[in-house]
């Protein structure tokens, strides 16, 4: 499933940034939580085994913006009890 705005030419726009192309792709997330909110404009959609998600149609800067965001958090510093 694939959701956003859409120019007169077919391009498709990021959701974080707002640039338009032809490469944009779906971020799917869930936590079983209520990430609506985090006040982002997900878009939600199901998956054909029923499983819901949180979605975002961005562009290749942004997923590599996110993927960046993740491997930060993953990497960072925890206590074992938190
Ligand atoms: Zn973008």
Redesign the pocket.
Known sequence: MREGAVTDDGKEL??????SGYD?RTLWMACLYEMDELGLPFVHAQAGDGRRFYTLL??????G?WMGAIKQWFRSQTRPDE
Not at 58 to 63: A, D, L, P, S
């Open positions: 990021c959701q974080r940034c707002g640039a944009r961005v562009c290749k800067q942004c997923r913006s």
